[in-house]
Structure formats: C-alpha cells, structure tokens
C-alpha cells in the first residue's frame, strides 16, 4: 500500500530550487528533453526534404517511435539496476552518432540514402531514454517528501510544455534554411543534455542493491496498484491523442490549418500557467486528491469542444482543457513513483503506456476524421474522456491502490 510520508508546508518553486544541484537538474531535463520534444517532427522533415516521399519520412518516423516505445522501459530499468550515468553516456553516444548519421543521409543521393534514413531513425529510436522518468526519479530522489516531490513534477511539467512549444518552433526555423539540418537541434539533447544529466552525481538515484534486483524483487508494473495508474496513462493518451488529430484535420478541412496550432499552444499554455501558478498550492494536497478532480476538469472541459461551434471558442475550450493536464499528469507521475519506491522503470511504464494511448486515439480520430468533417467528431474525444477519467478514479479507489 501506499506508504505516507510527512508533509511539510507549501514549499515555493523558489524554496525547492535553492539548491545550485536543483537548478541544474532542471536546466539539464530541459536540454535532455530535446529528442522527445522534436525527434519526430525533424525526421519527417529531413527525410522528406531529402527523399521528396512523405510515405517514406513517416516511415522513417514510425520505425523510431516504435523502437523508442520498445527499448524505454528497458533502459529505465538498466538505470534502476546499474545506475543513470552510464546509460545516459552509452545510449547518448549511440543516439548522437544515429543522429548525425541521419543528417549525413539526408545530404547524400544514391541507393544507400532510404535505407540508411531508415535504419538511423530506428538506432535513435532505439537508444531513446525516456528522459522525463529519468529526471522525475531523481526528483524523487533529491525531495524525498511528499510536498517537495509533487511539486517537482509540476515544475516538470512546466519544462515539458515549454519545449513541446519551442523545439518544433527551432526545428522549422533551421528547416527553411536547411530541411537536412534538423536534426541538428535534436541532437543537441543526448550531446550535450545527457551528458549534463550523467555528471549530475549529486541528484542521481543509487542503484538497487543486488538483493532488490533479482528475481524475487516484483516488476514495476506487476503490483496492481501500479498496473492501475498505468491503464489511467493509456486512457489519457487516448483522450490527447484524439483531440490533436482532430484538431488538425478538422483545421485542414475547414481550410484553416494554422488553427489548429492556435488550439494546441492554447491547451499548452493552459498546461504551463496550471503548473506555474497553482504548483505550490497543489504540491501541499495528497496526490489521491489532486488526479482524479484534475482528470475531471480536463475532460469535462473536453465537452465544449464539439459545442464550441467556432474557431475562437475552440481555442478557449483548448485552454481551459489544458489546465487541468499539467495537475493531472504530475500527481500520476508522483503516485506511481510512491508506489514504485521512486523507480525510473515504473514511470517509464506510464510513459509508454500514454504513448500507446495516443496512437490508438490518433488512429481512432484519424478513421472518424476521414469520413466527416463536422466537429460532432470531437464526441469521440469525450468518449475517450470519460474512459480516462474512469480509469484515473479506479486507479486511486481502495481496489486500484492496493498492492498485493
């Protein structure tokens, strides 16, 4: 069961991040978090600016996300075992020289070029560190109590926004001058970001010791408590995945496809000021009563979606969806660390489990969408909204909380 842990009063992002160590944590995550705030937009402009196929840039985009979903975990729990700093310097060299070996293909002609594109997404997919679990099992390292902890992650969650903002913005800046330098930027994280995060020994998680690691130690995910939160992600996946799609080909037909970025900086924006202004105010609540409310917010304001009736409601709608994403996530991510004794394996489960979701919600609006053009589609998302916020309650009731 869920062990409680002595709160303290509210603690201020100021008062968390007095420690120089902290600060450079943050600044290194944000860094690190290059590769999984770009990696698929630069590829898909690279290989489609040099093979002129969008069929094969997608491709090239598929087989690194699918290599990243597969090896995350792995990686997550080679750091539990031996320790973050020597994965993050072999898997950073490993993703950099990928990475650099794309960009060179995406410059050269000839035979090689396809399969070349091809085989480095997938090498760069497949040494990707899930680095948002990475940082978060710090954290749950160097603010061990509850209050400092929570509101660590809803200054993760901050980060997160912030470079899902800016990092495509960077990426199609260097692409109008040169479509085969993108992923320059990206690799700017396992450079240099990795590389920050693996000389941080002061805030790194020490290793299980050898008798936690064995057999007998339970999986991650195999405690059902655990199992619980992690199906939440997949229904939160599913939610986000449907409204992004959604709201790009909705856009695209109504011949407005620049709304659709209105609408997902707004939900961003949304996301950002939650964590921003109500993080420390959140962090002193126990996680258990921050997700579900939070879930219920940014669901339910996923009903004014197919009533917005206009680009600009749809937009506020996006907004005031978004704020309750940012409290949502970072009490998921600090529930499962709780339950996970902190472990970076059990928060990259949630991870991938958010990314399944999002492929099948993408998949879902994506079938809907190419067989109308109506918002009534976006009723699909508050389908998936309902799901979500019916897993989140489970998750947290006595049933999904307790462990065997």
Do not use: N
Not at 73 to 86: F, K
């Amino acid at each position: 069961m869920d062990i409680p842990l002595p709160a303290p009063g509210r603690v201020s992002y100021r008062t968390l991040l007095i420690p120089r160590a902290r600060r450079h944590l943050v600044v290194a995550g944000a860094v690190s978090r290059l590769p999984l705030a770009g990696a698929g937009v630069a590829i898909v402009l690279a290989a489609s600016g040099a093979t002129h196929s969008y069929g094969m840039a997608g491709t090239a985009s598929a087989l690194y996300v699918i290599a990243a979903s597969v090896m995350a975990p792995l990686h997550a729990r080679s750091m539990d075992r031996t320790g973050q700093r020597r994965v993050l310097l072999l898997a950073g060299s490993i993703q950099a020289t990928a990475f650099v070996c794309l960009t060179l293909f995406c410059r050269t002609s000839g035979w090689w070029q396809i399969p070349g594109i091809l085989m480095a997404a997938a090498a760069a997919g497949a040494a990707q560190v899930d680095i948002g679990s990475a940082v978060r099992a710090r954290w749950a390292h160097a603010a061990p109590d509850r209050v400092s902890q929570q509101t660590a992650f809803l200054l993760e969650s901050v980060v997160d926004e912030l470079m899902f903002i800016l990092v495509p913005m960077a990426i199609t800046a260097v692409t109008t001058a040169h479509s085969w330098a993108a992923p320059a930027v990206v690799l700017l994280g396992p450079a240099v970001g990795w590389l920050l995060l693996a000389g941080q020994t002061g805030t790194a998680p020490p290793p299980l010791a050898k008798g936690d690691s064995g057999p007998s130690r339970p999986r991650a995910v195999s405690l059902a408590g655990s199992r619980a939160l992690v199906a939440a992600f997949v229904g939160i996946g599913t939610y986000l995945g449907s409204i992004e799609i959604l709201l790009v080909a909705l856009a695209d037909a109504d011949g407005e496809p620049r709304w659709a970025g209105y609408a997902l900086a707004a939900w961003a924006c949304g996301s950002a000021s939650a964590a921003l202004f109500a993080g420390p105010y959140l962090g002193r609540l126990a996680p258990e009563r921050v997700f579900v409310p939070a879930m219920a917010w940014m669901t339910g304001s996923g009903l004014l979606l197919p009533l917005a009736g206009s680009r600009l409601p749809l937009v506020g709608a996006c907004f005031l969806a978004g704020i309750g994403a940012a409290p949502s996530l970072s009490s998921g991510f600090s529930l499962l660390g709780r339950r996970t004794a902190g472990a970076a394996e059990g928060m990259s489960w949630a991870s991938s489990g958010m990314g399944a979701g999002t492929t099948i919600g993408a998949f879902s609006g994506g079938w809907l969408a190419d067989r109308t053009d109506s918002a009534a589609a976006f009723w699909l998302c508050v389908g998936f909204g309902g799901l979500a916020l019916t897993l989140a309650w489970r998750a947290t009731s006595k049933g999904g909380s307790a462990t065997p």
